[in-house]
């Protein structure tokens, strides 16, 4: 195939108004008159609450004080809808929203945030999803805390781990961590005619537009986003944050309103990558072919589900690692915490097993006196390889020469093992 | 004391939503009055690259340069919905809808233009002459693409959740001080699957991206949460790499195109990110004989490893 443009270094065509600052973000848009909002959020992880905004209401400045009483559908979330705009009768974690000050300026809604009164009647809280996956733990939502559970199983995976040569276990911990993409979130709406328009930051402009329809009970078509320039996301912005707060309030002040956050309120706004207990078990015979492979996954999706049900099925999916492995049995959960919600972060799930997963094949490759390259080209994918759930791989596995170009750049048969 | 060690990280990546769950982009093509076409698409630009990467699949299926292709994603009253910029989907299957929506419009031009002139060969038709001569007239061409994925059997997990994998591979060296438990990264390498390569400085930028994504996962990143509270909620105190900690990446892209994606390509976004940290926590072990098995790799947990070690050994 000849190709004259694909394959071809291009400049990127937004380079030029991203390097010489033409490019606006949501936070560069100033629109006349407009108010601006700011959040109050929940300091306890666990509680019921009174809210009182009489106080704050009565300040001069202050326009509004948006509350769930405000919010004509007061739920959403990218699955399960299990997020309240603003909380109405319980909070689920530190920095669950509560109420929105509309003010003519930042100073005026920041003081009216503290005008507000929040009577928090503290519920006993759980903070690890192992505790939480117990019966008698306090619950987030509902009868159960476990959200998800995802089986995996192919063959025979006493019968694998019999027949290994050795077997290798441990337990792997990752922690929840931020996205850190560069410009914290910030939007402004405004009516046009009957019209609420949002302009913010987003992964999904369509989906944000759908949960905006919803939760303001109007039209889709009677939404528009508006994707100003977008400062990194990798997962951070799928999940709405302050999309609903400020089309509700430009809906019921009729003046445009702006939002913006700081570093800090970026961290307790967005989702989290989960954090993960993942316990393994893996057998192989005296030639470093895998026989067997079993993981316990615990995700902690903190307060809300957001993508927990297809994060932690893709951990499942990909928890034995790019390898032909003929006995396998996963069992992957996804459970709710009083913990910061857990979302998508690049990876989606398939970042923390090989985490696991790698270090296994290291620990298999040692104990049988095979190098690491090795034991991984004697089990890696190849074209007709079968995966774990039984998918056929039918094109393109570039994988042995991923793996062959690695070890010859890093001069990997030189390898000296421990000290 | 200062030890080496080596250690290689091997990973794949399931594109898109999977499990079964509709996975659909759309994209409308339209030849603009002056001759250059218009690209409507809800496919987000968060930073990656898409709106170059997307513009170059449509340049290449009209045979036109990337200067006239005009690309609006940033509107949902006038963009179709592309599905999320997210999954590392956007190459792969707002790409496939693009081609497709170029590929309709083509053929309606050269309808057009063979009724009309006579003209046969795509190579003779001028864009800005179809214009003109069609004023009044909207040539454009839809497409819609929908990516391969089963859904998974309840008791099993069995069937074909994602299509396509897209692996990766990392191998680095660092150097471990003993005395303070500080990780340095000294030496990286990174080869890349990627189908085929649309644009290959994007690719490496990702690379490049991905690698410090990757090793601030292995070695800093730490909010620690204290009851339901996130302690290191700045950044004086939630620690991401600058660039003193991240060395040179060699970066090999290896092309293997795929029978499904558009001219070949997959997507990468994620998968450059995820082969890292395994590579660090295997180049530990080989460096000083302890595995670490909580992240991050802090100096605390490496000097605490070393201690029980030895303890174990007396």
Known sequence: MKLHVVGQNNMRVDAAAKVTGKALYPEDVSLEGMFIGKTLRSHKPHACITIDTSRAEAMEGVVKVLTYKDVPHNHYGVLMKDHEVFCSEKVRRIGDPIAFVVAVDEEVASKALAKIKVEYRELKAVFDPEVAMHQDAPKLHGESNIVYHYKLRQGDIEKGLEESAVVVENTYVTPMVDHVFLQPEAGVAHMEKDTIVVTTATQYPHFDQLEIAEALEVEKEKVKVINAAVGGAFGGREDITLQIHLALATKLTGKPVKAVYSREESFIAHAKRHAMVMTYKTGADEEGKLKAMEARIIGDTGAYASWAINIMRKAGVHATGPYEIPNVKVDSYAVYTNNPFGGAMRGFGATQPPIAHEQQMDMLAEALNIDPISIRLTNAFKIGSKTATGQILKDSVPLRQCIEAVAEKLGFSVVSRGV | ?314
Request: proline share 4%.
């Open chain 2, 1 to 314: 004391m200062k030890k080496r060690g080596k250690g290689i990280g091997s990973i794949f990546y399931g594109t898109g939503y999977g499990n079964g769950f509709p996975d659909v982009s759309r994209s409308v093509a339209v030849l603009r009055k002056d001759g250059k076409v218009k690209i409507y698409t809800g496919a987000t630009e968060v930073g990656q690259g898409s709106k170059t990467v997307l513009s170059q699949i449509a340049a290449e299926t009209l045979g036109i340069s990337i200067e006239d292709v005009i690309f609006i994603c940033e509107d949902t009253s006038i963009t179709p919905d592309a599905g999320t910029a997210a999954a590392s989907r956007q190459t792969y299957n707002t790409g496939n809808a693009i081609k497709k929506s170029c590929e309709e419009l083509k053929r309606k031009i050269i309808d057009v233009t063979v009724k009309a002139s006579g003209a046969d060969a795509w190579e003779e038709i001028n864009l800005r002459d179809v214009a003109l001569n069609h004023k009044g007239q909207i040539l454009k061409g839809e497409g819609e693409f929908i990516a391969e994925t089963t859904e998974m059997k309840d008791e099993t997990g069995q069937g074909n959740p994602y299509w396509p994998y897209t692996f990766n591979v990392y191998g680095v060296e660092v150097e471990v001080d003993t005395t303070n438990g500080v990780v340095e990264v000294i030496k990286a390498v990174c080869a890349q699957d990627v189908g085929r390569a649309i644009n290959p400085k994007l690719i490496e930028g990702q690379m490049d991206g991905g690698f410090a994504m990757g090793l601030s996962y292995a070695l800093f990143e730490d909010l620690n949460i204290k009851n339901g509270e996130i302690k290191h909620n700045k950044l004086t105190n939630y620690l991401i790499p600058t660039a003193m900690d991240v060395p040179d990446l060699e970066k090999i892209i290896v092309e293997d195109p795929e029978a499904t994606g558009p001219y070949g390509a997959k997507g990468i976004g994620e998968p450059v990110m995820i082969g890292v940290a395994p590579a660090i926590l295997n180049a530990i072990y080989d460096a000083i004989g302890v595995r670490i098995t909580e992240l991050p790799a802090t100096p605390n947990k490496i000097l605490l490893a070393l201690k029980k070690k030895r303890e174990v050994a007396l």
